[in-house]
């Protein structure tokens, strides 16, 4: 190995010209992984604001399907807007981020995440139409405000309980791997310096040595 680097330095003073176009592309490749290192620096920590600034909070009520009859018999409820769930940062980070990432179980959770609160907002999307007919409530029918309700019991069954509910166990599985993400400090700086990815390496040395 030292006589390798001997060699290298051996050609370099030889080749002065030749040396500093080495130099040049080693600058060059240091500062291109530098502007990835940023672009991932943010796109993590966008990750993290959606999640605790933005989703956390309509995840703050558990809706388990013993609260389903109760969803039923509040009229009032059955009358408020529910708001959907925004996912700029999810969407982005699918869209620019996949391969920043040294976790590859991220990308799977993003994506489910992405899904899920599909889902969540389609249901509220449904339940919308209903609020917004001004003839649905003015002589609402039994079958109609049964649907209605059947629609407000789907979307708070997404949301789900402490440990169900598609949008609350995708949350929690996305932060479970940004967490990997954000603690690995090795794997992401040899990441930065090489480009190369050895997390499942890492992950099969913890497993089986």
Not at 127 to 141: G, P, Q, R, T
Not at 144 to 172: C, F, M, N, P, S
Request: charged content about 25%; proline content about 2%; overall charge neutral.
């Amino acid at each position: 190995m030292m006589e390798t680097i001997n060699s290298i330095f051996v050609i370099i003073r030889q080749h002065p010209a030749g040396s500093s176009v080495v130099i040049t592309a080693i600058v060059a490749w240091i500062i291109y992984r530098l502007g990835i290192w940023h672009t991932r620096g943010s796109i993590l920590n966008a990750i993290q604001a959606e999640l605790d600034e933005g989703i956390q909070y309509w995840l703050r009520t558990d809706w388990p399907d013993s609260r389903s009859q109760e969803i039923r018999e509040d009229k009032e409820l059955l009358r408020k807007i529910v708001f959907k769930i925004e996912s700029v940062a999810i969407d982005n980070s699918i869209a620019t981020g996949g391969s920043l990432f040294t976790n590859p179980e991220l990308i799977k959770a993003l994506i489910s995440a992405k899904q899920a609160l599909s889902n969540f907002n389609q249901g509220v999307d449904l339940h919308h139409d209903f609020l917004s007919n001004a003839e649905v409530w003015d002589s609402i029918k039994p079958e109609i405000k049964k649907r209605v309700e059947d629609l407000l019991v789907v979307v708070h069954k997404l949301i789900g309980g402490e440990h169900d509910g598609q949008a609350r166990t995708a949350y929690l599985s996305l932060r479970k791997e940004l967490e990997k993400e954000k603690k690995s400090k090795v794997l992401p700086f040899i990441w930065l310096l090489t480009g190369l990815n050895f997390f499942r390496l890492k992950q099969f040395i913890c497993k089986y040595l």
